[in-house]
């Protein structure tokens, strides 16, 4: 039996794939407990998972707005409110973490832990020589972080450039990059010190480098190619959530195949403000023929206003009975939506937003699933400019079946119980069989 610490930020986002992941291990008779905020405290126990809480200082609650936990955020935009948000709201609760990651090793030890790219203290943990900490793997709920000289510095949402000029290209922007997050960097720098008595000696993005394993919860073809990757990435292909049940609406029968099906959500967090992309889409297609289906994320749908002829609505939906009859997925560029998407081979249409958002959304125009809009609050003329062009040409579907394909070809969870069980072999006395191969 292998002792497992899962840990993460708490970030809806970030946990539901790791409560797939934590089940599993479950199952197969694996001792797991799983450190993030308390309101999750339920949904992990519900896995069989021991639930352990993230410390008051590393604990918040992700459905109010980080503007209200800090009203200096409130003006940001762009690279200085992504700098704003790894410092304050990733970087700064690392040593709360570090703490609870280590009194727990310490209670009883931990052979793994699997943690997210967002929680930092994984990043203090890291600096111990590998006999003091339990072994790591990176868990990709997110786009890759990984700085490289083949991409753009993470958070600027700019697709790969080929060539001389792309690297060149990286590299000025790498140098502003560091100037936008020199503060978050200040902050991770004075962390590690206080634990291992020097700074970091890379980039704060660079950290999920030093883990033992990355496993990036998606396929290769959809994140940029990097020359210059650790030997430690491997690609295992998307993680389903497991979502709320849902019955089937009334109105189900309507996705009858005769009409074309645009689905709209913008997911379970980002939906106080429905006139952010919901009414936008709603509106755009009104006179279309087509079918729009929105699904609330759980808010009641009498939060809507009055929907025209076309439209249809429920507060949630079964993905697996619903995706298969969608003809086009439009979203707030939520990676976990957009994985499950794709699994279904849906063409998207994404607009930008904050976060990671940007950079979920130039991937799926870099791998031609879809097209984005760069704008957080997109008009209904540009939406329906793209659902339109995305219906209509061919290509975007074909991008998207062969996106399928090939994640249907990945092993998910069994792929991340081999690298578990091989971390923990190269890190027991004598050794043991070499890491899998990277995939």
Same mark, same amino acid.
């Given at each position: 039996?292998?002792?497992?610490?899962?840990?993460?930020?708490?970030?809806?986002g970030?946990?539901?794939p790791?409560?797939?992941?934590?089940r599993?291990?479950?199952?197969?008779?694996?001792? %797991?407990?799983?450190?993030?905020?308390?309101?999750?405290?339920?949904?992990?126990?519900?896995?069989?998972?021991?639930? *352990?809480?993230?410390?008051?200082?590393?604990?918040?609650?992700?459905?109010i707005?980080?503007?209200?936990?800090?009203?200096?955020?409130?003006?940001?935009?762009g690279?200085?409110?992504?700098?704003?948000?790894?410092?304050? #709201?990733?970087?700064r609760?690392?040593?709360?973490?570090?703490?609870?990651?280590?009194?727990?090793?310490?209670?009883?030890?931990?052979? %793994?832990?699997?943690?997210?790219?967002?929680?930092?203290?994984?990043?203090?943990?890291a600096?111990?020589?590998?006999?003091?900490?339990?072994?790591?793997? *990176?868990?990709? %709920?997110?786009?890759?972080?990984?700085?490289?000289?083949?991409?753009?510095?993470?958070?600027?949402g700019?697709?790969?450039?080929?060539?001389?000029?792309?690297?060149?290209r990286?590299? %000025? *922007?790498?140098?502003?990059?560091?100037?936008?997050?020199?503060?978050?960097?200040?902050?991770?720098?004075?962390?590690?010190?206080?634990?291992?008595?020097?700074?970091?000696?890379?980039?704060?993005?660079?950290?999920?480098?030093?883990?033992?394993?990355?496993?990036?919860?998606?396929?290769?073809?959809?994140?940029?190619p990097?020359?210059?990757a650790?030997?430690?990435?491997h690609?295992?292909?998307?993680?389903?959530?497991?979502?709320?049940?849902a019955?089937?609406p009334?109105?189900?029968?309507?996705?009858?195949?005769?009409?074309p099906?645009?689905?709209?959500?913008?997911?379970?967090?980002?939906?106080?403000?429905?006139?952010?992309?919901?009414?936008?889409? #709603?509106?755009?297609?009104?006179?279309?023929? #087509?079918?729009v289906?929105?699904?609330?994320g759980?808010?009641?749908?009498?939060?809507?206003?009055? *929907?025209?002829?076309?439209?249809? @609505?429920?507060?949630?939906l079964?993905?697996?009975?619903?995706?298969?009859?969608?003809?086009?997925?439009?979203?707030n560029?939520?990676?976990?939506?957009?994985?499950?998407?794709?699994?279904?081979?849906?063409?998207?249409?994404?607009?930008g937003?904050?976060?990671?958002?940007p950079?979920?959304? @130039?991937?799926?125009?870099?791998?031609?699933?879809?097209?984005?809009?760069?704008?957080?609050?997109?008009?209904?003329?540009?939406?329906?400019?793209?659902?339109?062009? #995305?219906l209509?040409?061919?290509?975007?579907?074909?991008?998207?079946?062969?996106?399928? @394909?090939?994640?249907?070809?990945?092993?998910?969870?069994?792929?991340?119980?081999?690298?578990?069980d091989?971390?923990?072999?190269?890190?027991?006395?004598?050794?043991?069989?070499?890491?899998?191969?990277?995939?």
């Amino acid at each position: 039996m292998t002792s497992i610490l899962i840990a993460t930020v708490p970030f809806h986002g970030h946990v539901t794939p790791l409560l797939t992941v934590a089940r599993g291990f479950v199952a197969r008779g694996d001792r %797991v407990r799983f450190l993030t905020g308390s309101r999750f405290a339920e949904s992990v126990r519900a896995t069989g998972a021991e639930f *352990l809480p993230l410390p008051a200082e590393a604990d918040y609650d992700d459905r109010i707005d980080v503007s209200i936990r800090f009203p200096e955020r409130a003006s940001l935009r762009g690279s200085a409110a992504l700098g704003f948000d790894i410092e304050h #709201v990733f970087t700064r609760p690392a040593p709360a973490q570090y703490e609870a990651v280590m009194a727990t090793h310490r209670m009883a030890p931990v052979d %793994v832990m699997l943690t997210d790219p967002s929680f930092a203290g994984a990043a203090i943990v890291a600096g111990h020589p590998r006999a003091e900490r339990p072994a790591l793997v *990176l868990c990709g %709920v997110m786009p890759l972080p990984l700085s490289s000289r083949d991409t753009a510095p993470f958070g600027m949402g700019l697709t790969p450039m080929a060539g001389p000029i792309g690297r060149a290209r990286n590299a %000025v *922007l790498a140098v502003l990059a560091r100037r936008v997050f020199r503060d978050a960097q200040r902050s991770a720098d004075e962390l590690h010190r206080r634990v291992h008595g020097v700074g970091l000696s890379y980039s704060l993005f660079e950290w999920p480098a030093r883990a033992d394993a990355i496993a990036q919860f998606t396929v290769r073809e959809f994140e940029y190619p990097r020359s210059d990757a650790p030997a430690s990435l491997h690609f295992i292909g998307p993680i389903a959530a497991t979502g709320p049940s849902a019955p089937l609406p009334a109105w189900w029968g309507d996705l009858d195949g005769s009409t074309p099906v645009v689905h709209v959500t913008q997911g379970t967090m980002a939906n106080k403000d429905w006139g952010k992309l919901v009414l936008p889409t #709603v509106e755009a297609l009104a006179h279309d023929d #087509v079918l729009v289906v929105v699904t609330t994320g759980g808010r009641p749908l009498d939060t809507l206003p009055a *929907l025209p002829a076309n439209a249809r @609505a429920a507060e949630y939906l079964p993905y697996d009975e619903l995706l298969p009859k969608t003809d086009v997925y439009v979203t707030n560029a939520g990676y976990g939506g957009v994985q499950y998407a794709l699994r279904h081979g849906v063409p998207i249409v994404a607009i930008g937003g904050q976060e990671d958002k940007p950079e979920v959304a @130039a991937r799926i125009t870099w791998s031609g699933v879809g097209r984005r809009i760069r704008s957080v609050s997109p008009s209904p003329r540009a939406l329906r400019r793209a659902v339109r062009a #995305v219906l209509r040409d061919g290509r975007y579907r074909r991008a998207a079946d062969a996106m399928s @394909a090939r994640m249907a070809a990945s092993r998910g969870f069994d792929h991340i119980a081999e690298i578990v069980d091989a971390v923990v072999t190269d890190a027991a006395p004598g050794g043991g069989p070499a890491r899998p191969s990277r995939s």
